[in-house]
């Protein structure tokens, strides 16, 4: 790894694929185990890995075939996966982008495991890289109302997305509006960790869903 010694937190394994994790990126939790269940299922073709901290599911993805683009807002992150990526010989892309602001393209699958807990429930002295990726507004949905307003642009014509929500931040409005299918649910704690996934519905008028 190119990191320094003491950057390096652990090492987590998953059927043969190693995820280094790295100082200031997340490192995968129980919902990025449930998320990479639905990737090793469902990932095809081109395939965004959008927040994709350490590269876990991009990187499971890319194991099965697909052509892989992994992305995230931050600089940290970017090359922790693309280290990651380096010791489990896959290729990609690594862009640095804020949701979709430096995508170009269309995409078969885009995954994202997204900031969803309410601001009011983390601690104030949190480090910036944990908000960074647990912080999800007022209500939870800042970051998700902004990823899937986005998303339709760059899903392929029959491209689908798959996610994690959470109960915190009503899922179910999600699957009701989106047509989107509960893929996955895990209690933690105090909430109901879900995965969803809904296709490219452009042309039924949901691509102005925000």
């Not at 995230?72 to 380096?86: G, K």
Request: net charge neutral; charged share 30%.
């Amino acid at each position: 790894m190119a990191y320094a010694k003491d950057e390096v937190v652990t090492l987590f394994v998953r059927k043969g694929i190693k995820i280094t994790e790295c100082h200031e990126v997340y490192r995968p939790r129980e919902d990025s185990e449930l998320l990479a269940e639905a990737v090793e299922g469902l990932a095809t073709g081109k395939v965004l890995d959008v927040g994709t901290g350490t590269g876990i599911q991009g990187i499971i993805a890319a194991k099965k075939g697909c052509n892989v683009t992994f992305s995230d807002v931050s600089i940290h992150a970017i090359r922790c996966a693309r280290e990651n990526a380096m010791q489990n010989d896959v290729e990609g892309t690594f862009i640095v982008s804020d949701l979709f602001d430096s995508i170009k393209g269309k995409f078969d699958t885009i995954i994202f495991n997204p900031p969803y807990l309410e601001s009011a429930r983390l601690s104030s002295e949190g480090t910036d890289y944990v908000k960074l990726a647990t912080d999800g507004g007022e209500n939870g949905r800042e970051l998700i109302d902004r990823f899937i307003s986005g998303s339709f642009a760059h899903l392929s014509e029959n491209g689908r997305v798959i996610m994690i929500e959470s109960n915190i931040n009503n899922y179910e409005q999600d699957i009701q509006r989106l047509g989107a299918k509960l893929l996955g649910r895990k209690h933690m704690f105090f909430e109901d960790i879900v995965v969803i996934s809904y296709k490219n519905k452009k042309k039924h008028g949901v691509f102005k869903w925000k």
